[in-house]
């Protein structure tokens, strides 16, 4: 019996299962390839798993956060990153999220909109306080190509580039707030190093543009975009150009950075945990429907529907506990009660039969919080964490339903 098998014995299927070597081992990577003294950001919406956290927190250039709620800030905080170091992102932060984040001592936001911005600067303004702020923009032109573009389109991400200079007199005003510098976040998951530079200098050159249009320009965010498989077969890309590559690009078009004027952030969320968990599922029925054969899983979009639970099917693999020679294709779905719960169709698989154990690999991102977990109710998947191949930490989710009903429920409800 394999090391997953054993370990879906033990603690049942459906089950994630992380390994903090590997995100040791991507952090390590990410750092490397990027010049010094970039500041890299962990974006916890990829996954928010303390532990996960917790390591990227070590090392000699530990990872800041870059959250986008307050569940994510009270889960960093957790993990140890002091407030000072994360950096709050989102097109739809509300007044009391902003004032429970401003109460918590996050002083760095980025604001998506002249509206955003003003509403930090009422709830900095509020608690007597005054913060910093990037303006995230959409930048015109795209550099490189991805799969996941979110700039140079119509967009709720960002203040159109060509824009902001007209904008900039009364955004340099918000009361509460300092405009500091620019968030750019143009893509996710470049196809190969020449397109991810390709996008940094675009990013480079927006920002240069926009300091001379009169934008503060002591931080810099340059975004992320690093890719890793997802679901599928594969290993982590490295980037053995993008250090010299990226530093001759600053030193182009943004002079001092090397002396953080003005300092550079980037951030990554896929490319430093996708690799580090796999979801491992159970067969509940194999069947055969009109020519085509079904593989049930006890764990669908429930559990794993960062991508597919959009109708965006992931090309997705799967190793068996038993390894054999593909048999043919197979839809891969899970147990819930819609036509939506597919994994993934045309899935070369072995023969399988109730009980086997498959294992997807590349699962350490966008799994159980990015899934339709409360669908249907079922409970929500075990996640085991391993260091050095030993189980440290066992955990699940748990949703349930709170009472927030007034003390006197007998008052009438004001209509019109």
């Not at 340099?172 to 300092?178: A, N, P």
Request: proline residues 8%; hydrophobic residues 40%.
């Amino acid at each position: 019996m394999n090391r997953r098998a054993e370990l879906a014995q033990r603690f049942g299927t459906p089950l994630y299962v992380y390994d903090l070597d590997r995100v040791h081992a991507a952090r390590d990577d990410l750092l490397s390839a990027l010049p010094e003294p970039i500041t890299l950001h962990y974006a916890l919406k990829a996954n928010p798993h303390p532990d996960l956290v917790r390591a990227l927190r070590g090392g000699g250039r530990p990872c800041r956060a870059e959250v986008s709620s307050t569940g994510e800030l009270a889960v960093a905080l957790g993990a140890g990153v002091p407030a000072a170091h994360c950096l709050y992102t989102g097109p739809g932060k509300t007044a009391s999220e902003l004032g429970e984040a401003i109460r918590l001592g996050v002083r760095l936001f980025s604001a998506e909109s002249p509206g955003d911005l003003r509403r930090i600067g009422v709830a900095a303004t509020d608690r007597g306080v005054e913060v910093d702020c990037l303006l995230r923009v959409n930048a015109a032109a795209p550099g490189g190509a991805t799969g996941l573009r979110m700039t140079g389109t119509p967009s709720q991400f960002g203040v159109d580039g060509e824009t902001v200079p007209a904008l900039l007199s009364d955004l340099l005003r918000v009361r509460g707030t300092r405009l500091v510098g620019a968030h750019f976040f143009p893509l996710s998951g470049a196809r190969d190093e020449a397109a991810l530079l390709a996008e940094f200098t675009n990013t480079a050159s927006a920002a240069a543009v926009l300091r001379d249009a009169g934008l503060p320009m002591r931080v810099v965010d340059i975004g992320g975009g690093f890719a890793t498989p997802y679901a599928t077969p594969g290993e982590r890309p490295r980037y053995p150009g993008l250090k010299d590559g990226l530093g001759a690009v600053l030193d182009d078009h943004l002079p001092g950075w090397r002396r953080g004027e003005p300092a550079v952030i980037a951030e990554s969320g896929r490319y430093l945990v996708g690799d580090c968990g796999e979801l491992v599922c159970r067969v509940v029925d194999v069947k055969h429907s009109r020519g085509r054969r079904f593989v049930v899983l006890d764990g669908g979009v429930n559990v794993f529907g960062g991508l597919s639970g959009l109708g965006r099917l992931l090309p997705i693999g799967v190793t068996v506990e038993q390894a054999a020679a593909a048999s043919g294709p197979a839809t891969l779905t899970g147990p819930l009660c819609t036509p939506g719960d597919v994994l993934g169709r045309q899935v070369p698989v072995p023969d399988l039969e109730p009980g086997d154990v498959v294992t997807i690999p590349n699962a350490g991102a966008y799994g159980p919080t990015a899934s339709l977990v409360a669908f249907l109710g079922r409970p929500a998947p075990t996640e085991v964490v391993l260091r050095s191949g030993r189980v440290v930490s066992v955990s699940s989710l748990e949703y349930r339903r709170v009472d927030r009903s007034p003390v006197d429920l007998g008052e009438p409800v004001p209509t019109g």
